[in-house]
């Protein structure tokens, strides 16, 4: 497959963008300027990136808690992100929803999750099965933990897929642990996606720090999808590299398990295919990292400078009318 | 209708017989006036669709749904796998594209089974995010059928206290049509509990077309009085009725005052009815503790404590898994007669 | 493997007693004496007798709607479920519960199931999980039809008791209907089986109108589990001879479909293999059925002779004291 | 304790500083007091034992069960995959073979996602089949924590509609161990709502070994008043004894029962109140809409009617899902003010 060098660019910037966004997020959370929980993503750029830019703006994104990089790629603003987590009207939740829950936008066509997990899956399921019915050519995509691949309804939603043939791409980001939990303990297999089979679906596992694995075969399966040939399922491999939320230290994982993973960095990783490929040097690298703080502090300038919602509205907005 | 190659039809059933009254309006059985709704929202609204398990060829458990998929085919009447949780989710999903899905529960009971996906996701979603939800989800409610601890539940109380959500309980031909169709346009997540026993035990006019429509969150009094209030809703409405018209043999008038949506709850007809009367029996089929019934019993003793001269009274099955032994069911449900002693209990206070 | 002519005469007994208890709860549903739901298990009496056959007193079973043979054989008597369909003080559930549901007896180690399917799976598991606590050599297995199949909790079950390692026997009746769905609307692939190697179990497929294939696998498989091998699927293939329930004429269904599982049909293969086997001839055909017979009419009698529940203990019993 | 090969171990935690006064009790915060009934529990009877998501190696997200791995072993604190459904039925499973497992939600939150297994096999099964079902469901319940609409939710009303179950709230240390022995040693399925904000917030003497068990079912007067009667549960009872001493220094003489248990409910308790001060204020973090409010004032409106000179009133979230900006959440939860408001108006009527 061909990579343009736009789209590398893009990539690399939205990569760059969310490492950054997520640390300063850190930050602020250690200023006390973030209250509730806070996920990091680090590690998981290039699935989430990767990925989303394998969509049309017409196909229907769920992302996770560590996807916020597809939430940017598919135009969900780094303002409003930042809007979210402060609490702020701003928010796409106007401060109803907490950090990455409910971050939703259909007008963008991104739909939120809640904590239940795996609850947007049959969502998603739903929007493709609503594709096919319409004869719209577009497709659904949605993310899943290895810890949320434990929970019932993914084998719901996997054959409800399977048996009515949905335009939908299941992507499992196996990240090695759910929460403390390492996947040894959460199942009997190797691999997630043999699960597939039992559902007469194909799966195929990509190495997930890898922004070009990753973008290649999803771009192939979003294709499969939208001729109709149904469901697939993509197993990301990856490894979580902060604690489960930012409160965990992570005693519980090997030291030697998180330096191996080190070396895998998906952002230096696609660095170093940017370099060999002659589109990347180190003033376009300093460039880039100042185009992502002006974009950040931008957006956290906004966000710190939003309104608060107002206690007033407190009940409104339970029902549509 | 297409998945059917494999399958060998019935004779149809025979029409059923429809009395059409000199005002268009026609005498239908509760559940024809379920179906009545389904085809004419089916026909007026191409985005409206149903699924479930056996809905389709089959044309559902009770044969609701009966002779939908030849009308509609497979796509708009769709048989699923067995998935109630998945079920729901699928619906939010084809909702937030524009349709508008609408479930059927086999039974109610197995509505715990989408619980998540109905109280967490879809209730909350409008909220959270502003994006609507138009989707309802029919349940057969209630006993009455020997159906035993896990066909026989009513279990609208769970969602009258999840925030979002909207649930109706008609009891009537007509509130049966007339509301599925405001929860079909309604641009919420709607339960629809429709009784069991109802089916084809109640028969009613009702109307055509566009009349006839039932605004969700009206009660109805089924039955003007000055003595005392039955505050009700569902499957006891007729005994309630039937308990009134003793009454009046006695010169009692009791009021009956029909809910049929119970979230959110038509607090000023409560209110109105116990202004009137001042004492006030409220009474229904699912069990007692933390059942509608409290609700209602709490706001009145709240906001019309001052208009009230008795206790508030509740007469509702007792807290245990609806039993099946057709002595043990008869006697855990309300009727007609647990209904007149209650009454007379509280005229006499 | 050898099958002794003692449990060959029991099967055969249990089989043909099994059938025609079938046969007369429908004919007391048409006259009126039996209301509520009824569900018949013709065809199914090779898979409930040959594998409950292969559990010793101490383990655990936990059968559905269609194993009344499984029942039988672990001792729970025929008056009672007799008791138990009629709505009397008598049955298991003492008229609590409805036709098969609920007709446990954990003294009898069978537990009983509830309409939520498959809500018995887990309780199974843990029972068998329990066991593996405990360091008993006891087993646990738990039927489950390609209906259930679908729900969330299947694959839940069938995870934990994986990730446990717990001697647990997972029995799918693959009986080609749920309700009115077929196996075709129900999933996308053609053996339910396929699903064990996702969760690192293995599964097996047998004919589930073959008493000694459904025997001999049941036999190997608890000895798998009993041996601390971990959990094991089988997939017994069958077809549902009657409609959903006696009110369904299962139009639905064609009937050259049933007339080729007519010509399986598990109680007339045994019995000609018995024959073949020297161990069947007319003479013990006749007084097998005699027996049949009697022993039905003594439990009808009971049931039908046994009291009603007494309304005035309509509430008790809700809590354990 | 063995699957921790792979696991580095943080330094030990330092242990929390433990008052003992001349009595014998110790002064524990909240959570200590859960600790330490878990643990003496699990000492005491080797059928105890403990299943959750982290609440092993990890000692559970709200380090409840910190320690406790180590003391007990991976058979007795099991890390499960994530499956609330599977985790409360197979510890339905596991009680019918003799054991007692403590089963804890991560977040009360996820107990929906197990709801099945709770209301319709554990609930109804003594009922259904005369076999006990002796299990624990530990739930950290409640908001305060900026969580949002997921991770703050109160849901025990659901418990209370459903036959069969019985659900304790405490809302001290005292009584949070006191009534988790009760619980574990109870043959019916507990459900066991602790409160994450008071978790660390509250300390309070707490009785050693067999002493200080709490029984189910029984409510205790936190304060004895005269003039106006404040019932709550969980949580809110410390704003309610914040306000009941704020009314007191305004000469008003306010008794707050807190209720500990919402399943069965502690009728007489709650009629003695009435009858006792005549005005009643039910207070609790749930939603207002079919909450344990709604049955409390039922009751009180039936059974205790006469004694009421003045309207039941409820102070409860509003029906929304919990929000999370803290100027929201904090205009969500009923708190010190809002009840020295409602108590003044109430007392005014
Ligand atoms: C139904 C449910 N149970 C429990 C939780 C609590 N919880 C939040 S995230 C998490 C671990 C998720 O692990 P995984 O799916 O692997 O995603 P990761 O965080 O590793 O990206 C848990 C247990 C939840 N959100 N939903
Ligand atoms: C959770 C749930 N949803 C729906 C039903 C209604 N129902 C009862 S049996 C049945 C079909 C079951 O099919 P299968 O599992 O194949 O078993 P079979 O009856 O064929 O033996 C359905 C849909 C149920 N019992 N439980
Ligand atoms: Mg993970
Ligand atoms: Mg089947």
Excluded at chain 1, 187 to 207: F, L, Q
Aim: hydrophobic share 45%; net charge negative; proline share 6%.
């Amino acid at each position: 497959m061909e990579f343009s060098p736009q789209l590398l660019e893009r990539a690399h910037y939205w990569m760059r963008f969310t490492r950054a966004f997520d640390d300063r997020l850190s930050a602020l959370f250690k200023q006390g300027k973030l209250v509730g929980g806070l996920f990091s993503q680090i590690g998981h750029e290039a699935i989430s990136v990767g990925a989303a830019l394998a969509l049309d703006d017409d196909d229907v994104i769920a992302p996770l808690h560590r996807d916020v990089g597809a939430y940017f790629v598919r135009g969900m603003t780094p303002a409003r992100v930042m809007s979210q987590y402060l609490g702020r009207e701003t928010g796409p939740s106007r401060g109803r929803d907490v950090n990455m829950h409910g971050c939703g936008d259909l007008s963008l066509n991104i739909v939120g999750f809640i904590s239940h997990l795996p609850q947007t899956l049959p969502v998603a399921v739903g929007i493709a099965h609503a594709f096919k019915l319409k004869r719209e050519p577009r497709v659904a995509m949605n993310f899943f933990g290895d810890g949320a691949s434990s929970e019932g309804l993914v084998h719901e939603a996997m054959n409800w897929a399977s048996v009515f043939r949905v335009p939908m791409i299941f992507i499992v980001e196996n990240n090695r642990y759910a929460y403390s939990t390492p996947t040894a303990r959460q199942m009997r297999v190797e691999n997630i996606v043999d699960r597939a089979a039992g559902y007469g679906m194909p799966g195929v596992v990509v190495d997930g720090n890898d922004f070009f694995e990753v973008h290649e075969t999803t771009v192939q399966v979003v294709e499969h999808a939208r001729k109709g040939e149904g469901p697939v399922l993509i197993e990301c491999k990856t490894m979580r590299m902060r604690g489960h939320a930012i409160h965990d230290n992570m005693s519980y994982v090997p030291k030697e398990l998180l330096a191996e993973w080190e070396q895998r960095d998906p952002i230096a990783r696609l660095e170093l295919r940017l370099r060999e490929m002659g589109l990347l040097d180190d003033a376009k690298q300093t460039e880039l990292m100042a185009r992502v703080v002006r974009d950040l502090d931008a957006a956290q300038a906004f966000a710190e400078n939003a309104p608060f919602p107002d206690p007033a509205q407190l009940t409104q907005g339970i029902y549509a009318v | 209708m297409t998945w059917d190659s494999i399958i060998q039809r019935d004779a149809p059933a025979a029409p059923s017989r429809v009395t059409v009254s000199p005002d268009g309006t026609r005498e239908l059985t509760y559940l024809e006036a379920i179906k009545d709704a389904l085809q004419y929202e089916m026909r007026h609204d191409p985005r409206v669709l149903m699924m479930g398990e056996d809905v389709g060829v089959f044309g559902g458990a009770f044969k609701v749904t009966q002779g939908l998929f030849e009308e509609f085919g497979e796509d708009r009447v769709i048989d699923t796998p067995m998935s109630e949780l998945c079920m729901v989710g699928a619906a939010t999903g084809m909702a937030f594209m524009g349709l508008r899905p609408i479930v059927e529960m086999q039974f109610a009971d197995f509505i715990s089974t989408g619980f998540d996906s109905i109280v967490q996701y879809a209730a909350t979603n409008h909220y959270r995010t502003g994006s609507p939800v138009p989707w309802v989800i029919r349940a057969p409610n209630g006993g009455g059928l020997r159906g035993g601890p896990f066909h026989s539940q009513n279990p609208e109380a769970w969602f009258v206290h999840a925030p979002g959500l909207k649930v109706v309980t008609p009891a009537t031909p007509a509130d049966a049509r007339g509301l599925l169709l405001s929860a079909i346009r309604d641009p919420n997540p709607v339960i629809y509990f429709e009784y069991k026993s109802l089916y084809r035990s109640v028969r009613g006019f009702v109307p055509d077309g566009e009349a006839g429509l039932v605004p969700i969150g009206r009660a109805n009094v089924a039955r003007a009085g000055a003595d005392l209030s039955i505050i009700t809703y569902g499957a006891p409405l007729h005994e309630a009725l039937k308990a009134a018209d003793e009454l009046a043999s006695e010169n009692v008038s009791v009021e009956v005052l029909d809910l049929r949506t119970v979230k959110p709850l038509d607090v000023d007809a409560i209110y109105a009815t116990t202004r009137k009367t001042s004492k006030v029996l409220i009474v229904h089929e699912a069990n007692l503790t933390g059942g509608v019934g409290a609700e209602v019993a709490a706001l009145i003793s709240q906001h019309a404590f001052e208009h009230l001269d008795a206790p508030l009274v509740r007469l509702a099955a007792p807290d245990i898994p609806p039993p099946y032994a057709p002595v043990l069911e008869d006697a855990s449900r309300p009727n007609k007669q647990k209904i007149l002693d209650a009454a007379k209990k509280l005229l006499s206070f």
